[in-house]
Structures are given as structure tokens and as C-alpha cells.
């Protein structure tokens, strides 16, 4: 014979689907600033980089020029001391600007890959935020539904107790 369920605690149900709730708002939210900090990091790389590293070889290159015009001037005028620190400036300068120049083919390098190494990570979230978006929406769904039922058979009124069965013979009657 089947024996009666018995539920208790159908609050425990509305918790979990608070939490559920609460998960899923932190969860997509979550996703959205993952997805703003690539498209940033994108832009920050197309633009703010590469323009900051043409600008500094630039910059660099003018004071390489300017160092180069020193030390020649100081050859003309044949003062070895101040040559060798023109020569040190000179080199400096040529070191400055072959670092900037690394630097920018590094930020387009790195331009030019960025798609192909983010693109698969972008769907795996993707992938996460379909699930967060139907199949967990779904389950809060179900603990809705089973939280109704679960509450209308908390309602139903338990069968009542049934009496022993009778016996064929009744007590204090000789068989």
C-alpha cells in the first residue's frame, strides 16, 4: 500500500528560488561586464594604443633627431668630452625609440590576434548566458509549479485514520 508523502517545508522551496533568482541577476550581470571589458580592451587597443605608441615614436624620433644634431655639433667643434655624452644621448635616444617601435608592433600584433583568441572564449560565455537565459528560466519554472502543487497537497485534508478490520467473531460472543 502506498504510503503519504509528507512535506515539510514547502518555504524551503521559495528559498532556494530566491537564491535561484538572486543567482541568476549576479550571474548575467556578470556577463555583461565581462562582455563590456573585451569590447573595451578591443577599443583600447585599436585606438588608444596604437595612437599613444605612433605619438611616443614620434616624440622619440625628435629627441633622437635633436641628439644626433648635438652630437654633431660637438664633433665640428672637436670637444671629445662632450662627444662621448652626445654618443651616450645618441644611443639612448636610438634604444628609446626602438622600444616604442617594439611596443606598437606588439599593440598591433596583438590587434590583429585579438579576435582570433577572444572569439572562442565570447562563445563560450555566450553559451552560458543561453543557459542562464532558457534553461534556468525554465527550472524556476518547474520549482514554481512543483511549489504550487506541493501547496495544494499541503490543503488536501489527510484521509482519515481507517478502523481495524472487523473480525468475524465479536468479542465476548461464544463462536
Same mark, same amino acid.
Given at each position: 500500500?502506498?504510503?503519504?508523502?509528507?512535506?515539510?517545508?514547502?518555504?524551503?522551496?521559495?528559498?532556494?528560488?530566491?537564491?535561484?533568482?538572486?543567482?541568476?541577476?549576479? &550571474? #548575467? %550581470?556578470?556577463?555583461? @561586464?565581462?562582455?563590456?571589458?573585451? =569590447?573595451?580592451? *578591443?577599443? /583600447?587597443?585599436? +585606438?588608444?594604443?596604437?595612437?599613444?605608441?605612433?605619438?611616443?615614436?614620434?616624440?622619440?624620433?625628435?629627441?633622437?633627431?635633436?641628439?644626433?644634431?648635438?652630437?654633431?655639433?660637438?664633433?665640428?667643434?672637436?670637444?671629445?668630452?662632450?662627444?662621448?655624452?652626445?654618443?651616450?644621448?645618441?644611443?639612448? &635616444? #636610438? %634604444?628609446?625609440?626602438? @622600444?616604442?617601435?617594439?611596443?606598437? =608592433?606588439?599593440? *598591433?600584433? /596583438?590587434?590583429? +590576434?585579438?579576435?582570433?583568441?577572444?572569439?572562442?572564449?565570447?562563445?563560450?560565455?555566450?553559451?552560458?548566458?543561453?543557459?542562464?537565459?532558457?534553461?534556468?528560466?525554465?527550472?524556476?519554472?518547474?520549482?514554481?509549479?512543483?511549489?504550487?502543487?506541493?501547496?495544494?497537497?499541503?490543503?488536501?485534508?489527510?484521509?482519515?485514520?481507517?478502523?481495524?478490520?472487523?473480525?468475524?467473531?465479536?468479542?465476548?460472543?461464544?463462536?
Amino acid at each position: 500500500m502506498a504510503e503519504q508523502a509528507k512535506v515539510t517545508s514547502i518555504d524551503a522551496l521559495e528559498s532556494f528560488r530566491s537564491a535561484m533568482i538572486v543567482f541568476l541577476t549576479d &550571474a #548575467r %550581470r556578470s556577463l555583461d @561586464e565581462v562582455g563590456d571589458a573585451v =569590447r573595451r580592451t *578591443k577599443q /583600447w587597443l585599436e +585606438n588608444d594604443q596604437r595612437a599613444k605608441w605612433e605619438s611616443e615614436i614620434r616624440r622619440r624620433n625628435k629627441i633622437l633627431s635633436e641628439a644626433q644634431q648635438e652630437l654633431f655639433g660637438s664633433r665640428i667643434s672637436n670637444l671629445k668630452t662632450a662627444s662621448a655624452q652626445k654618443e651616450e644621448a645618441v644611443r639612448k &635616444a #636610438r %634604444r628609446a625609440v626602438a @622600444e616604442a617601435e617594439e611596443k606598437l =608592433r606588439n599593440v *598591433k600584433k /596583438w590587434n590583429k +590576434n585579438y579576435d582570433s583568441i577572444v572569439e572562442p572564449m565570447i562563445k563560450q560565455l555566450d553559451g552560458l548566458r543561453g543557459y542562464l537565459d532558457h534553461d534556468m528560466i525554465k527550472s524556476l519554472a518547474y520549482l514554481v509549479q512543483a511549489q504550487k502543487t506541493l501547496e495544494g497537497y499541503s490543503e488536501m485534508a489527510p484521509p482519515p485514520e481507517s478502523a481495524p478490520p472487523p473480525s468475524d467473531s465479536q468479542p465476548g460472543t461464544p463462536s
